[in-house]
């Protein structure tokens, strides 16, 4: 038999940095789930994404049991490292701040193809084209959208 749903959480936490401090915390101590035994148990398993952002979504149960899945770095994490960039623009219709080749796309794109709503890689590579057009980065030798 199946446990009963109580609620979702979704956070985003550094790779191997969870600690009750907020965000953590103050999130899962309402939802009466226990605090350290998340952050131990996320901890072992991002040990080698030491420092990356990685979005978790936590199922808690009406026993105050849990299940995590841990998400793949966001794509504009992911595009801000390859421009080598802190921030994107702030007006980015206007002001660009960075330029990456479309090739560059490509290894972002196979990292996040399971969190992608696509079947191709390129397919994938045009959504994260996109992500990156709306940061105010440049992508340079992108295709044409097809009409």
Not at 85 to 99: E, F, H, I, M, W
Not at 118 to 138: D, H, K, N, P, Q
């Amino acid at each position: 038999m199946a446990k009963e749903i109580e609620t979702f959480v979704k956070l985003q936490v550094r790779g191997g940095a969870a600690n009750p401090a907020p965000p953590v915390g103050p999130a899962l101590g309402a939802k009466g789930v226990n605090i350290m035994e998340f952050c131990k148990r996320f901890n072992a398993q991002t040990q080698e994404k030491q420092g990356q952002i990685l979005p978790v979504l936590i199922t808690v149960y009406k026993d105050k049991s849990f299940d995590f899945v841990i998400k793949t770095t966001p794509a504009s994490a992911q595009i801000l490292q390859a421009a080598k960039l802190k921030s994107g623009s702030a007006v980015p219709n206007r002001d660009k701040v960075a330029t990456i080749d479309w090739e560059a796309l490509r290894p972002i794109a196979e990292n996040k193809m399971p969190d992608l709503n696509c079947f191709t890689v390129e397919s994938g590579m045009r959504m994260l084209a996109g992500t990156a057009r709306s940061m105010g980065v440049i992508v340079k030798g992108a295709p044409e959208a097809e009409a």
